[in-house]
């Protein structure tokens, strides 16, 4: 019963909250940028609920199943990666061995839902998304993972999330060291790739392919897509709070810390897309292979 209170309150619920929120922060600072004034606090939340009310279309001949298990499997793969950083944030003692590898695969799960379903589409343009998706992952998984080894080593080679924020509160932040600091920014710009913001939207990429992998998907199952891709948008830097920034806490004054860390890392992604044209996917696959991932080992070689 205590499990699926934490999977419905932290994983899915708050974490939807704060994804939500997150959004609009995001699509408001935009618009000013672009002299717009921006959509409504409520307007995430009103997209979702408007594409809830629509009707579910299926292409003919498709997998019924696969075409509408897709947008579900990503969907899991967030709230169950969202309950054990809340839990292992807030209750560090309850971190088990390898719960940190548990939480790099789960946060894969939303990309290849992502390739399942445009390719379970049979649309032309959905299969030309979900091939870039599937090339984009395999060039930021490289450096993401070597960034993430480093707090791993900082922590005494332990592979447990508890340790590694327990390491954080003795010796201060990762970030703080150089290595750390080099890890945090390789490690941002995966973000960036794995959330498919701008410069690397390339799956999506409405100007060039109409939405790519989710062109053939309507009403609940695109409702499902953009909640998942939301409630990412507060995870991901979530997950790079408590490798690179010593997590988040709640209590006094350290509330207005996680705060403020959390809104550094969502307005870092937001000038990061504001200010870069979109990248061919064999750009992207060199750059991720290239600079990334001689940074990522330099910080590796330092820590």
Known sequence: MIVFLQLFFYGFLLTAVLGLFASWVDRKVTARV??????????????????????????????????????????AGVILVSTLLWVNSLQPGRTFLGDLIVALYLLALPAVSLIIGGFASRNPLASIGASREMKLVLSYELPFLLAVFVPVIHAGFSIRLGDILNHQVT?????????????????????????????????????????????????????????????????LPFFLIILFLGGLRLDGVHLLSSIGKYVGLVAVATVIRNTNPRVRIDHAVRFFWGPMTLLAIIAVVLA
């Open 34 to 75: 672009q002299y717009r004034v921006g959509p409504p606090l409520l307007q995430p939340l009103i997209d979702i609920i408007k594409l809830l009310g629509k009707e579910t279309l299926i292409p003919k001949g498709v997998s019924r199943m696969t075409f509408l298990l897709a947008p579900l499997f990503g969907l």
């Open 171 to 235: 010796s201060g932040a990762i970030a703080t060291n150089a290595s750390g600091l080099l890890a945090l920014v390789v490690a941002i710009l995966c973000v960036q790739a794995k959330l498919g913001l701008v410069p690397f939207d390339i799956a999506e990429a409405e100007t060039e392919i109409i939405g790519g992998p989710l062109i053939e998907y309507s009403g609940s199952g695109l409702a499902v897509y953009r909640l998942t891709k939301n409630m990412l948008l507060f995870t």
